[in-house]
């Protein structure tokens, strides 16, 4: 923590909440998460909220390439609308995946049965 602090002020306010708040955000969901409910449930809680985050991603793209050229609300709305695009596409993906291994599991449990 103590690096990604010392980086953030150097690299002034730009970088300065993605370097801090990423990290420490995800230690401290992290870290409570493990102290109630165990290390398995907070290592699966963090490693999805790192695919999320792709959907903030996507928003802060979206602004930072249109908040000159677009009226605000516009600019929101667009954001916004490429943000559910990527939790749609990540939900789809993940429906996929589970299907997948559910067949594969259905298709041992035929061949042992």
Do not use: C, N
Not at 64 to 89: G, I, Y
């Amino acid at each position: 923590m103590s690096i990604a602090t010392t980086v953030a002020a150097k690299s002034g306010p730009l970088l300065s909440g993605v370097l801090v708040g990423f990290p420490i955000g995800l230690f401290t969901i992290g870290w409570t998460l493990h102290e109630r409910y165990g290390s398995h449930v907070a290592r699966a809680t963090v490693t999805i909220a790192q695919k999320g985050m792709l959907s903030l991603v996507a928003f802060s793209v979206v602004v930072a390439l249109t908040v000159d050229k677009l009226v605000p609300m516009t600019t929101f709305t667009v954001a916004l609308l490429a943000s559910l695009a990527v939790s749609a596409a990540l939900f789809l993906i993940s429906q996929r995946q589970h299907r997948r291994a559910f067949a594969r599991e259905a298709a041992i449990d035929a061949r042992a049965g």
